[in-house]
C-alpha cells in the first residue's frame, strides 16, 4: 500500500514505526525537518517537509495516489482539513486524529464530506483502556474481542498462588471455569504453551475467556476485591474522557490537578468528584490527601518520569491497583518493579488501530483483521479475524488441522456464543476468531496452518 503519515509526533512516530514492518511504501509529511530527517534515517521511509494541509505539499508528495492517508498533527482542524484535501485530490482513505470532544459529537454527520474511513482519538482509547482494567482489578492489562464477548487479560502469577506449579492441562477441571491460557512470558523468553505447560511463580500468563467466566477464574484464585476509592494525578483529556465514563459509576474519585483554570473546568463538569488543584507529584501532597487509603492510583500526568515515581509511592502506601502511562518503551522496565501495575501507551493503542486498518484493507481473501493487539513488547499478536468466506480450514474439525506451533486459537464466537476450542469444535462462516501467534505479520485465517 501507498501510506502517507501527516504529523510525527509521538503518535505519528508509533504508527510509523509500526507500520514500516509490514512492507508498505510509506511517505511522512511534518512541518519539523529534523523529523523528518530522523524518521528517513530510522525506517525505510519517504519524506516530505512542509504543511501537511497544504494542497501544494500534497501536490508535490503525490497524495493523489495514496491508498491510506494518516492525519496525526496535534491540531484536529489540520488533520481534518488534511484528510479533505486528500480525499478530493484522490486518496483512496484517510483516518484523521481528532481530540476535541465537540469535533467528535460532529463527525458522524460529517464522516463522508470529509472523505474519512476512521477517526482516532488516543486519549478517549486510553480512558476506555483504564475503565475495562479497573474492572478486573487483579488483572494487569484488559483487552476486548468481538465488542466485549471475549477479553483477554494478562496476570502475573503470585508465589504459593492456587496457579503456581499447575499443569494447563489441569487448569479447567481444578478451576471450574471455561478459561485459556494462550500466551506466557517467563523473564525474557515467550511461550505459546500446550497442556504439558507447567505454570510458574512470577509468570506472566495471558488468558482468553467471557467475562462471566473471567469473573468466575478470578473467584477461584482468591481475587475477590472490589474498587471503591479512586485517587488520580493529571487533569489532561484522558482523565476527563475517564471521569465521563465513570459518571454514574459507584467509584469515589480525587483528582489532583496543577492548572487552576483546568481544575475549575473540570469542577463545573463533575460536580461528583473532588477536584484539588495542587501538585499530584509532591509526597507531602499527596499523603495530606490520603493516598494510603485508596484502592486504585491513576498516574495521568504528561511526564512519564512523574508517572512512574507517583505509581512506586502509591504502591509503597498499599495501592491495591495502580495504573500508569508511559509514552516512553524505554522506560517500561522500571515499571517491573511495581508487581500490580498496569501500563499503557496511547500511541501503542492508536498504532494497534492502525495496523487492522491496514491489514484489514491489505486482505481480500477469506478473513479480515478486525482488532489487533501487540503484546509483550510487540513479541506476540492477538487478533480478531472474520470468518467471510468458505476456506480450507472452514468446517474442520480443529485435531484435523495442521497448526503452525507458534499459532494458538485462543476463542471463536458465533453469535452470542463464546467458544473455548477443542479437538473436536470447528471454525463456521460468520464466526469471529481469536488468534494468538509470535507471528507478527499474520494477516489472513489460513496462514495458521502449515
Known amino acids: 500500500m501507498q501510506i502517507f503519515v501527516i504529523g510525527n509526533g509521538k503518535i505519528g512516530q508509533e504508527i510509523v514505526q509500526s507500520v514500516s514492518q509490514e512492507g508498505h511504501n510509506i511517505t511522512i509529511i511534518d512541518s519539523n525537518p529534523k523529523v523528518v530527517n530522523k524518521l528517513i534515517d530510522s525506517f525505510d521511509v519517504k519524506g516530505i517537509v512542509g504543511n501537511g494541509a497544504s494542497l501544494e505539499i500534497q501536490k508535490e508528495a503525490g497524495i493523489q495516489n495514496a491508498d491510506l492517508v494518516i492525519a496525526v498533527t496535534s491540531s484536529d482542524e489540520i488533520n481534518l482539513l488534511s484528510c479533505l484535501l486528500a480525499h478530493k485530490l484522490g486518496a483512496s482513505d484517510t483516518i484523521a486524529r481528532v481530540r476535541n470532544p465537540q469535533y467528535l459529537k460532529q463527525l458522524q454527520y ?21 475503565f475495562r ?37 489441569e487448569l479447567q477441571s481444578k478451576l471450574k471455569t471455561q478459561v485459556l491460557v494462550c500466551a506466557v512470558t517467563r523473564g525474557e523468553e515467550v511461550y505459546i504453551p500446550v497442556g504439558n505447560f507447567e ?8 488468558i482468553a475467556a467471557s467475562r462471566q467466566d473471567l469473573n468466575k477464574f478470578f473467584q477461584k484464585i482468591n481475587k475477590k476485591e472490589k474498587l471503591h476509592s479512586i485517587f488520580m494525578i493529571g487533569g489532561g483529556k484522558i482523565s476527563y474522557y475517564f471521569l465521563q465514563l465513570v ?6 474519585i480525587k483528582l489532583i490537578e496543577k492548572d487552576h483554570d483546568r481544575c475549575r473546568d473540570l469542577s463545573e463538569q463533575f460536580s461528583n468528584v473532588e477536584i484539588l488543584e495542587g501538585d499530584g507529584t509532591d509526597q507531602n501532597v499527596l499523603e495530606s490527601e490520603g493516598i494510603e487509603n485508596v484502592d486504585a492510583f491513576l498516574a495521568l500526568t504528561g511526564v512519564d518520569e ?31 518493579t511495581i508487581g500490580m ?25 477469506g478473513s479480515n483483521v478486525k482488532t489487533l493487539y501487540k503484546l509483550v513488547d510487540q513479541k506476540v ?18 485435531k484435523s488441522l495442521k497448526l503452525r506451533s ?45
Do not use: W
Not at 460529517?110 to 483504564?130: H, Q, V
Not at 505454570?199 to 495471558?206: A, P, V, W
Open 110 to 130: 460529517l464522516k463522508d464530506d470529509l472523505g474519512l474511513s476512521m477517526s482516532i482519538n488516543p486519549e478517549f482509547e486510553s480512558a476506555k483502556a483504564i
Open 133 to 169: 482494567n479497573l474492572a478486573l482489578p487483579s488483572a494487569l492489562n484488559v483487552e476486548i474481542f468481538a465488542e466485549g464477548k471475549m477479553e483477554l487479560v494478562e496476570l502475573r502469577v503470585e508465589k504459593n498462588s492456587i496457579l503456581d506449579g499447575l499443569v494447563l492441562s
Open 199 to 206: 505454570i510458574q511463580s512470577n509468570d506472566k500468563i495471558y
Open 247 to 252: 459518571s454514574k459509576s459507584h467509584y469515589d
Open 306 to 336: 512523574e508517572n512512574i515515581i507517583t505509581s512506586m509511592f502509591a504502591t509503597k502506601k498499599g495501592a491495591k491497583k495502580i495504573i500508569t502511562k508511559v509514552n516512553n518503551s524505554n522506560l517500561n522496565s522500571m515499571m517491573e
Open 341 to 365: 501495575a498496569s501500563v499503557f501507551s496511547p500511541q501503542k493503542i492508536i498504532a494497534n488501530q492502525v495496523l487492522s486498518y491496514i491489514r484489514a484493507k491489505c486482505n481480500t481473501r
Open 381 to 398: 499478536e492477538a487478533l480478531e479475524f472474520n470468518v467471510k468466506k468458505k476456506g480450507k480450514i472452514v468446517g474442520v474439525p480443529l
Open 406 to 450: 507458534d499459532v494458538l486459537i485462543a476463542g471463536i464466537i458465533r453469535g452470542k456464543e463464546v467458544i473455548i476450542p477443542n479437538g473436536n469444535t470447528t471454525i463456521e462462516l460468520d464466526d469471529s476468531v481469536i488468534i494468538i501467534t509470535t507471528d507478527t505479520l499474520l494477516e489472513d485465517l489460513a496462514e495458521i496452518v502449515e
